[in-house]
């Protein structure tokens, strides 16, 4: 009787785990498909409006290609396709016809190869493209449809080898058709258009819930309806369903933000959905977070973040516009040479260095929700500021550039949002040139007032061997925070390195004299050569680690088109007003201020020569920084903010 008990029980156990065996494959199977859905328009309204059985992730995708101005829909989807930005000329995309082996085969897409080969040589043999990668390793792809998305179908041929060149907008024959398609694909592109009809959003809504075992993306082509505004060029929603992921609001690697992903992120979630290696692409995969979050709640954190950083955009504008005009006023005045009013200069700029302090300081209430609070709040501040202490007769350059240093340090270190919800620090998730970390204006902050708080903490000290362990402590510190592990700001963390060193000959030397200053600067340019090789290839993630993987998937070629491209962004940024105007402005100040006040520097390196070592540090580490960065000449203007109002403060002083 035992015996037969414990057989009974065996037999069970047994097919217990059979059961759950074939169960487990069955779901597999299904969750392995997956539909990417590309409409011509979705935005927040529509995806309120639908009411799908299951709980989805939302957020934005930035769509930018490598053309910043102009973002061609074959750049858009050979971007999602490779995995990273491209370009190519709008027009190349001819159409679908169908071969005699029934094969989906898109017309123009020679001329599409060709291109990519002609702007960078080799591209369609060195890189992977989505079709390609997948077919290697056994994943198929298929398509519905008929207009320029089937380019993330297609093979390096042109080919897609499942599918239906046509769409119609029929439930029963929507559902017929995917299925018969995922007979033999795994991953089905479906190009949508709802041409503003309900009945079609009502059958949209009805075919996610068909196949709500499968996973789920949903994009538009074009930026339409509730988030279309003349601000934002490329964000788009992006709806995504994963069996296996916990909904929540969207994020990747590549942006380091919540709500926010690439259109570069699309094929490294779909290569880990089917769990496929791609050396290639640069994208990240797609995660979620939000605990379970409602599709209202979502809907409207994504809203908050459009709507945040449109208002941003006004917001850095009005203050670029501020510190444009103060510096033109000045020009102005000092070219007239009808009056110096240095004392009113001195505390226009420093202004600026308060209302610098005061938005990140501010950051944490974030203000940016409404323009006009945060524009008046930061205005009325620094005006009340600015005027009491003009009457108590109390100098500000100290204090502000020390606790805007400390504030920035603690942002970048523990609440990289503050940096983001000041008007310097703001990224332009839109424009898409960086997601995350510091900006060059934010940098070029940071490193200006690190050389303030040092000669700060130096004049404080008398004992040479505290100054030294302060300098090389500070120094990592002010280092780490621009490397990729944080700020992610490679020219400001080679800078950062220069000036380490700098200091270094500084403290070590104590003649300073045109020999001297010779062999720092060639001490600076020597460590800065030297760690350019060094961080390349280390750097696990970030700004560095994109450079690199260019240099060596695509060779010189890469590296002397690199090089061409920044110089002709930083000449164009040289050389266009209003920045070009300040530039020269502040060049002029310092040429004026070497030559006509030769007696006074004489009478200042006497008695305060550790100030003149901060505002020649600050002026070269500001030319370091312009030669680095293809927006330099903005970090330079900030940078020289803080210079300039100690030379016109020495200039006060001493005249």
Not at 173 to 191: P, R, V, Y
Not at 411 to 430: L, W
Not at 537 to 553: C, D, Q, V
Request: hydrophobic letters at 45%; one cysteine or more; aromatic letters at 14%.
């Amino acid at each position: 009787m035992e015996f037969k008990v414990k057989k009974i029980l065996k037999t069970l156990f047994f097919t217990f785990i059979i059961l759950l065996f074939i169960n487990t494959k069955i779901s597999a199977a299904s969750t392995n498909k997956t539909i990417v859905i590309v409409t011509d328009q979705l935005d927040f309204s529509t995806i309120t409006n639908l009411q799908t059985d299951y709980k989805i992730s939302l957020g934005l995708m930035n769509t930018r290609t490598a053309n910043v101005f102009d973002n061609s829909k074959e750049s858009y989807f050979m971007t999602i396709a490779a995995g990273r930005r491209v370009e190519l000329e709008k027009g190349l995309f001819k159409g679908i016809r169908v071969d005699n082996q029934k094969n989906l085969v898109i017309e123009g897409y020679d001329q599409i190869i060709d291109q990519l080969d002609k702007n960078y040589p080799d591209f369609s043999k060195k890189m992977e493209f989505l079709a390609d990668c997948f077919k290697k390793n056994g994943i198929k792809v298929g398509y519905i449809g008929n207009d320029i998305s089937s380019l993330m179908a297609a093979d390096k041929n042109g080919k897609i080898y499942y599918g239906y060149p046509s769409i119609e907008y029929e439930k029963n024959w929507m559902i017929e058709k995917t299925k018969d398609t995922f007979k033999n694909a795994d991953l089905l592109i479906l190009s949508y258009n709802i041409h503003q009809d309900e009945n079609r959003v009502e059958l949209l809504e009805e075919y996610l819930n068909e196949f709500s075992e499968y996973c789920i993306m949903m994009f538009p082509s074009n930026v339409s309806g509730d988030v279309k505004d003349i601000r934002n060029t490329t964000l788009v929603p992006f709806l995504y369903y994963n069996p296996n992921k916990i909904p929540g609001i969207l994020s990747s690697d590549s942006t380091q933000r919540q709500g926010l992903i690439t259109n570069m992120d699309v094929f490294p979630e779909l290569s880990d959905i089917y769990h496929i290696e791609v050396p290639t692409d640069i994208g990240h995969k797609i995660n979620a977070s939000g605990n379970w979050e409602s599709k209202e709640n979502l809907v409207q954190k994504n809203k908050n973040l459009l709507e945040k950083t449109l208002n941003f955009i006004i917001i850095k504008y009005i203050f670029h516009g501020i510190v444009v005009i103060v510096q033109l006023y000045i020009i102005y005045d000092l070219c007239k040479k009808r009056h110096t009013y240095y004392h009113r200069y001195y505390w226009l700029l420093n202004g600026i260095i308060i209302s610098i302090f005061l938005s990140i300081f501010l950051a944490s209430f974030r203000l940016g929700k409404s323009i006009l609070l945060y524009v008046s709040m930061i205005l009325f501040l620094t005006i009340g500021i600015v005027w009491l202490m003009e009457r108590k007769k109390v100098p500000p350059a100290i204090f502000f550039p020390l606790a805007t240093n400390i504030l920035l340090l603690i942002a970048v270190f523990f609440q990289p949002d503050m940096i983001y919800h000041s008007f310097y620090g703001f990224t332009n998730i839109v424009s898409g040139g960086r997601f995350y970390g510091l900006n060059n204006e934010s940098m070029g902050i940071l490193l200006a007032t690190s050389i303030i708080t040092f000669f700060w903490i130096k004049s404080k000290i008398n004992n040479k061997l505290i100054v030294i362990g302060a300098w090389i402590l500070y120094f990592f510190i002010i280092i780490l925070a621009l490397s990729d592990s944080y700020a992610s700001n490679f020219g400001g963390y080679l800078t950062s390195i220069v000036l380490f060193f700098m200091i270094f000959y500084i403290l070590w030397n104590e003649k300073k004299n045109r020999k001297s200053f010779f062999i720092l600067v060639i001490l600076g340019i020597s460590i800065f050569i030297v760690n350019l090789l060094g961080e390349l290839p280390n750097s696990p993630i970030g700004h560095a680690k994109g450079l690199f993987f260019r240099l060596h998937i695509l060779g010189m070629y890469e590296f002397i088109d690199m090089i061409i491209k920044k110089v002709k962004q930083l000449l164009l940024t040289a050389i266009s007003p209003p920045w070009s105007v300040v530039f020269a402005f502040q060049i002029y100040f310092l040429r004026d201020f070497i030559l006509n006040g030769k007696i006074m520097i004489e009478k200042i390196k006497k008695e305060k020569p550790d100030k003149v070592l901060e505002i020649m540090m600050i002026w070269i580490s500001a030319i370091l920084v312009f030669v680095l960065n293809d927006t330099g000449s903005v970090a330079f203007v900030y940078m020289n903010i803080y210079s300039i109002t100690q030379m016109i403060y020495l200039k006060e002083l001493y005249q």
